[in-house]
């Protein structure tokens, strides 16, 4: 089983940057691929990025790409979001989750949220304008 925690969220000014990490417990993180999703108030949740489980492979959203950076620590069980030059449409609740274990890297799974079986409770992301 894994679980997850994010953190780093919070109220920053358009065109700033926050870093987002997610902390995950469980012997079988090293094994996961790991994304990133966000949710803002009465849409539905959108994939923003990904990363497989050796960290070689990264996949963007093209709302974020050149803007946000996916990385992880296996040594640290620790997936992480740095966002650049944020704007207000930015603004959501960020949540890490856990592909399916086994899951092959394509790029149609990686942007569904129920090839996803484990997620964190998610953090806050404000950018103001």
């Known amino acids: 089983q894994v679980q997850l925690v994010e953190s780093g969220g919070g109220l920053v000014q358009a065109g700033g940057s926050l870093r987002l990490s997610c902390a995950a417990s469980g012997r079988t993180f090293s094994n996961r691929i790991m994304g990133w999703f966000r949710q803002a108030p009465g849409k539905e949740r959108d994939f923003v990025a990904a990363?497989?489980?050796?960290?070689?492979?990264?996949y963007y959203a093209d709302s974020v790409k050149g803007r946000f950076t996916i990385s992880r620590d296996n040594a640290k069980n620790t997936v992480y979001l740095q966002m650049n030059s944020l704007k207000p449409e930015d603004t959501a609740v960020y949540y890490c989750?856990?592909?399916?274990?086994?899951?092959?890297?394509?790029?149609?799974?990686?942007?569904?949220?129920?090839?996803?079986?484990?997620w964190g409770q998610g953090t806050q992301v404000t950018v103001s304008s």
């Open positions: 990363i497989s489980w050796s960290g070689g492979n990264t």
């Open positions: 989750a856990a592909l399916k274990y086994g899951s092959s890297w394509s790029r149609l799974a990686l942007g569904q949220t129920d090839e996803y079986d484990y």
